[in-house]
Nanobody, 123 residues
Framework: QVQLVESGGDLVQPGGSLRLSCVADGSNFAILAMGWYRQAPGKQRELVAD?????IYADSVKGRFTLSRDNAKNTVYLQMNNLEPEDTAVYYCNVRGMYYSTSTGSYVDFDSWGPGTQVTVSS
């Protein structure tokens, strides 16, 4: 299986910047897509940005957030600039791909989520 470890969440003032990181750890796997989602209190989890070849962004973050990947390190980043109080949420990393199952002798799809990292934007 593939485990995800996120970092970078913090308390920041409006207009500030943060960079989130997410590392996928495991063995015998291939990543097909990496992305970031967020969930604010009392709201459903929503897409922030996702890359499976090309990157899509939520309208609310376009021009402010940038997703990037380091495929050699199995890592995805989210650079967040000009943060707003409305960006306050728990941010979750999501990675999809395939891993080799020794029990079945075949490749199996996986869809893994990180535990989340808190981003708070407040003065």
């Amino acid at each position: 299986q593939v485990q995800l470890v996120e970092s970078g969440g913090d308390l920041v003032q409006p207009g500030g910047s943060l960079r989130l990181s997410c590392v996928a750890d495991g063995s015998n796997f291939a990543i097909l897509a990496m992305g970031w989602y967020r969930q604010a209190p009392g709201k459903q989890r929503e897409l922030v940005a996702d890359n499976s070849g090309s990157t899509i962004y939520a309208d609310s973050v376009k021009g402010r957030f940038t997703l990037s990947r380091d495929n050699a390190k199995n890592t995805v980043y989210l650079q967040m600039n000009n943060l707003e109080p409305e960006d306050t949420a728990v941010y979750y990393c999501n990675v999809r791909g395939m891993y080799y199952s020794t029990s079945t002798g075949s490749y199996v799809d996986f869809d893994s989520w990180g535990p989340g990292t808190q981003v708070t934007v407040s003065s």
